[in-house]
């Protein structure tokens, strides 16, 4: 979850996307405009984006507008992320700790 | 073998690890609450196991993990209030529970359960602001019974 976070705002144009949608709706044209990249490209900065949960599409008539998700950075997220690899190594030491202590 | 089950909750998650050890309940309370080798296998410690008690964790290169022992129960639970550099900048709390309890084998279950929530209080709020908010983190689980 993270690491996927973390992939799709490595880019510095879709971080910029991003954080150009953090401020507001937009819609595949005027983010177009904004950023002066193809809309082929800004397609697949917001598939990325759409992929790693930072991004939500909303279609209305012929036009799909792109906002960014307030929670798609979540701390309890990468808290999460941390202890999941940090309690198993715990885990492991602890077991070679209690084979070598005395009854 | 360890698991973990990650729980989504409305306003907390956790992660838990459920392990059998061949040791005996007795040994494996000595292996959680001596400050000696809690330092040994967790991290370097002046852990106290007194509820209430104040103590810090020392990642290496890290700011200290301050912590609080919230309720112990001597050989079946332990559990405090763990907050890091990261919860203290980002206004989470969070609470580490180990339960343990004896196996049919003679040996012992141990159940590791790190719940994390947003605390009350802003980021900026004293390390001790949201000890009070731990207690109903706490409620959620299973040990109440």
Same mark, same amino acid.
């Given at each position: 979850?993270?690491?996927?976070?973390?992939?799709? @705002?490595?880019?510095?144009?879709?971080?910029?996307?991003? +954080?150009?949608?953090?401020?507001?709706?937009?819609?595949?044209?005027?983010?177009?405009?904004?950023?002066?990249?193809?809309?082929?490209?800004?397609?697949?900065?917001?598939?990325?984006?759409?992929?790693?949960? @930072?991004?939500? +599409?909303?279609?209305?008539?012929?036009?799909?507008?792109?906002?960014?998700?307030?929670?798609?950075?979540?701390? @309890?997220?990468?808290?999460?992320?941390?202890?999941?690899?940090?309690?198993?190594?715990?885990? +492991?030491? @602890?077991?070679?700790?209690?084979?070598?202590?005395?009854? | 073998?360890? /698991?973990?089950?990650?729980?989504?909750?409305?306003?907390?998650?956790?992660?838990? &690890?459920?392990?059998?050890?061949?040791?005996?309940? !007795?040994?494996?309370?000595?292996?959680? *609450?001596? %400050? !000696?080798?809690?330092?040994?296998?967790?991290?370097?410690?002046?852990?106290?196991?007194?509820?209430?008690?104040? &103590?810090?964790?020392?990642?290496?290169?890290? !700011?200290?993990?301050?912590?609080?022992?919230?309720?112990?129960?001597?050989?079946?639970?332990? %559990? &405090?209030?763990?907050?890091?550099?990261?919860?203290?900048?980002?206004?989470?709390?969070? *609470?580490?529970?180990?339960?343990?309890?004896?196996?049919?084998?003679?040996?012992?279950?141990? *159940?590791?359960?790190? /719940?994390?929530?947003?605390?009350?209080?802003?980021?900026?709020?004293?390390?001790?602001?949201?000890?009070?908010?731990?207690?109903?983190?706490?409620?959620?689980?299973?040990?109440?019974?």
């Amino acid at each position: 979850m993270e690491t996927e976070i973390l992939r799709a @705002l490595a880019d510095p144009t879709r971080r910029a996307v991003f +954080e150009r949608l953090a401020v507001g709706e937009m819609s595949v044209g005027a983010l177009k405009a904004n950023f002066a990249i193809s809309q082929p490209a800004i397609s697949q900065h917001l598939a990325q984006l759409r992929k790693a949960g @930072l991004v939500a +599409e909303r279609r209305s008539g012929r036009n799909t507008y792109y906002v960014a998700k307030p929670d798609g950075l979540d701390p @309890l997220l990468s808290w999460l992320d941390r202890y999941s690899a940090f309690w198993p190594q715990k885990i +492991e030491r @602890l077991k070679t700790i209690l084979k070598g202590m005395d009854q | 073998m360890s /698991e973990d089950h990650r729980k989504d909750k409305a306003h907390s998650r956790s992660v838990a &690890f459920e392990c059998d050890l061949p040791e005996p309940v !007795e040994k494996v309370w000595r292996a959680l *609450t001596t %400050r !000696e080798i809690v330092s040994e296998w967790l991290l370097p410690t002046d852990l106290k196991p007194e509820k209430g008690a104040r &103590f810090t964790l020392s990642e290496p290169a890290k !700011e200290p993990i301050d912590c609080e022992i919230i309720s112990i129960e001597e050989q079946r639970f332990i %559990r &405090f209030g763990w907050r890091d550099a990261e919860a203290r900048r980002d206004g989470l709390s969070s *609470t580490v529970t180990f339960e343990i309890a004896a196996t049919e084998s003679g040996g012992t279950r141990l *159940t590791i359960v790190h /719940e994390v929530r947003y605390a009350a209080r802003p980021a900026r709020a004293p390390a001790t602001a949201c000890l009070a908010s731990n207690d109903n983190a706490a409620a959620g689980l299973r040990l109440a019974a």
